[in-house]
């Protein structure tokens, strides 16, 4: 059991630092537009100081402490270490990788950090071991008011990107790919990363939360 646990950790924390490092190659390619998330983030950043990472992991605390209200449940380890871990990740990639001096690059950073972020996104999910804040949101949204995830995800990025690009973030065509096609990568990638941890840790059955 040790053993099964220890895989499906690597693979979690693994899938965090492959999303959050596909993620700033995108915010480096801000030209061409970040996720709707970063358009907050940054307009934040911008405007109040501090740091992208820290501004992603306030706005995860705010929605963390919003929807453990609302399903008065304490939100589980998963939940926090993703949003923790995912803003001091941001911004140790941010400082350590070059900026984009054209908007080719800029076009070659965003592009590669879409595929790169989608598969860490399927990394991250593969164990079931907690879903993030803003995940965490989507499913409340869903649970509370019905619907699908597609139109809560979609309804909550619309919003979150339009306060953000109100306070000066960086919205642009690059946002609405993001939107419409990291979906694709991480359903791609998500069954591929299920499949190798089902293949390390030598269990055919289905992998239930265990906390």
Same mark, same amino acid.
């Given at each position: ?7 499906? =950790?690597?693979? @979690?924390? !693994? ?7 596909? /993620?700033? %190659? ?5 030209? #061409?537009?970040?996720?709707? =998330? ?6 934040? /950043?911008?405007? /109040?100081? &501090? ?10 605390? $705010? ?6 209200? %609302? ?13 923790? &871990?995912?803003? #001091? $990740? ?15 690059? *800029? ?30 949101? !989507? !499913? =409340? ?12 995800? %979609?309804?909550? +990025? ?6 953000? =690009?109100? $306070?000066?973030?960086?919205?642009? #065509?690059?946002? #609405?790919?993001?939107?419409? @096609?990291?979906?694709?990568?991480? *359903? @791609? ?6 499949? %190798? ?7 055919? +059955? +289905? ?5």
């Amino acid at each position: 059991m040790r053993r099964v646990y220890s895989w499906r =950790w690597a693979f @979690f924390v !693994m899938g965090l630092i492959v999303m959050t490092l596909g /993620f700033t %190659m995108v915010i480096k390619s801000a030209n #061409v537009g970040t996720s709707a =998330w970063d358009v907050l983030h940054i307009a934040l /950043f911008e405007n /109040f100081g &501090l740091s992208i990472g820290s501004w992603n992991i306030i706005t995860g605390l $705010l929605i963390v402490g919003f929807t453990a209200i %609302m399903v008065k449940s304490f939100p589980k380890i998963g939940t926090w270490l993703n949003m923790i &871990l995912c803003g #001091v $990740l941001i911004d140790f990639y941010y400082w350590i990788l070059p900026n984009a001096s054209s908007m080719t690059f *800029q076009i070659i950073y965003f592009l590669l950090g879409l595929l790169v972020l989608g598969f860490g996104c399927g990394m991250y999910i593969a164990p079931n071991l907690g879903a993030g804040p803003r995940d965490t949101l !989507m !499913m =409340w949204i869903v649970e509370r008011f019905g619907g699908s995830i597609k139109v809560a995800r %979609m309804s909550i +990025e619309l919003a979150v990107a339009l306060i953000g =690009w109100f $306070l000066g973030g960086p919205l642009g #065509v690059g946002t #609405v790919i993001i939107a419409v @096609f990291s979906g694709y990568v991480v *359903q @791609f990638s998500l069954p591929y990363c299920r499949k %190798m941890l089902m293949k390390a840790i030598g269990d055919v +059955e +289905e992998m239930k939360p265990f906390f």
